[in-house]
């Protein structure tokens, strides 16, 4: 399924996404923002998956989560959890940036300040996509995936070209190949995973 994706794949975010989104537009966040090959990603695979239902670790200021929304015209329930560690204050701003630019009466939105790393279990219910973008580090994103595993479909990992993420990554696909249907890397600007279990 995601294999296919590319087919829904934008040239440009910035054509496809309301532009006010991006609060940094025009900062040197156009490294993510204008390269094309980068947010495009997460639209084509929302486009693909088509979710009910969306949980991100990581979520800074909403970009991917906001980019996921606009792809997704039957989302219904989105929760994101963040630490807070890498800018200050930024679920209450993902929350307003969220709400002001792509946010429909039809879906509950659930941003919480959280360390995953302190999690033991997943939000309750189950996804039809995750995304998985907060601690970087073998331990960390090994310890997220295993805490989305048992309750979701489709799960995309940033950031598959930093060895550290991509240990990480590896060692679950090893470890828990009976319940991975498929694997794919797909060429983003960071590098993305993408289970389907
Ligand atoms: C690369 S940013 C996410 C960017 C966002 N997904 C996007 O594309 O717009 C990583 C985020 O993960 C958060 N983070 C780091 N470690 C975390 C943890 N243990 N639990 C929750 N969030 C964490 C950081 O505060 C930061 O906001």
Wanted: glycine share 6%.
């Amino acid at each position: 399924m995601i294999k296919s994706c590319s087919v829904d794949k934008p040239a440009n975010i910035l054509d496809v996404v309301n532009q006010k989104l991006f609060i940094e537009l025009n900062t040197a966040h156009d490294e993510y923002i204008k390269c094309c090959n980068y947010y495009e990603w997460y639209y084509s695979i929302a486009k693909r998956v088509n979710p009910k239902s969306y949980f991100e670790i990581g979520v800074r200021l909403g970009y991917s989560m906001g980019v996921v929304i606009s792809a997704s015209p039957n989302m219904e329930y989105v929760e994101g959890w963040d630490n807070e560690s890498y800018t200050p204050n930024s679920i209450q701003m993902a929350e307003k940036n969220i709400r002001d630019t792509v946010i429909t009466d039809k879906i509950t939105l659930n941003l919480l300040h959280k360390d995953s790393q302190l999690e033991k279990t997943p939000p309750s219910g189950f996804f039809d996509l995750v995304h998985i973008d907060g601690d970087h580090r073998p331990e960390g994103v090994y310890h997220d995936i295993c805490l989305v595993m048992g309750c979701c479909r489709i799960c995309m990992i940033d950031d598959y070209y930093n060895t550290d993420t991509a240990k990480g990554i590896n060692k679950f696909i090893k470890d828990h190949s009976a319940i991975i249907k498929n694997s794919t890397t797909i060429d983003t600007v960071r590098g993305m995973c993408v289970l389907e279990f």
